[in-house]
């Protein structure tokens, strides 16, 4: 084989493992930024997942069903609806002779009730306490995350009540 053609197989090599990588991110990146809006059960942990199951994971990415709100706060609460360019649904725990508000917001495929724990903590040093859910996260079936750029701008718009 000839140095020329030894080269071009390789710089098209790299090119096809390049795209193919792309690809996959490509797949990736979606799954992140969107709930499967399917009815289906979250990516188990890789121990748990047969080789075929893993190889789908590795080329396709995870699944990450919508959360859903399954316990509400014990105490008074009142929902409130932020209008940004998607409604933004949060939950304003108030207690008596409140020292301020904390604001909480939950992690990434979490709901607010998941931060009912550290609400009534706060709640119960006397602060007030605002869950704030993703971007319509119980109005869509299908929500597009802009992960950071989302959790900057819900903050800022929180910050403006």
Known sequence: MTYKKAFKISVLTFIFIFVLLNIVAIFHAYKFTHFDSSISDKTNDPKKLTTFQKITTLCFGINNPKPINEIFPKSNYETIILK?????????????????????FHGYSGQKSSMLKHSDIFNDLGFNTLLVDFMDLDFLKEIKQQLVFMKLNKSKLVLNI
């Open 84 to 104: 940004s360019n998607k409604k933004i649904e949060c939950w304003n725990i108030k207690v008596a002779n409140s020292k301020g508000t904390v604001v909480i």
